[in-house]
């Protein structure tokens, strides 16, 4: 097996998000400011203090309906980010190997190519 080449920086790939198109910030602006709009009246309309009990314990403490939901969103969303992390990892593994694989096999054509003797040029035929 041949050894990686590392003198060539042009055979490592790095992908970075493309810059933002003013067409691309207006859109994203057109859709978060309505979905924030409707998160601030439903915190504004919904005032009422509720008790929130960890039920093991006897712990509880009182705070808006507005901020319970809310946050209930969030640790649900935020426990789904972690599942689908925790399940991509077999995937993204794959990846990497596939990745050192084909690296590999570039460096094995870029070293056969290297062999194959270059023929002379011979003049062109009169």
Known sequence: MAALPTSNPARFV???P?????????????????FLLLLV????SNTG?????????????HAPLSLVIL??????????????WFSELGQRARARR???????LEAQVEDLKARIPQPALLPPAL
């Open 49 to 61: 203090t509720v008790q929130v009990g960890i039920w093991p314990t006897d712990l509880s403490l």
């Open 18 to 34: 493309a810059p933002r198109t003013p067409v691309e910030s207006i859109m994203r602006l057109l859709i978060s400011l309505p």
């Open 14 to 16: 790095v992908f970075l």
């Open 71 to 84: 946050g209930g969103m969030a640790i649900a969303f935020l426990l789904g980010g972690v599942l689908v």
């Open 98 to 104: 596939a990745e050192r694989m084909v690296r590999m």
């Open 41 to 44: 009246l439903f915190a504004l």
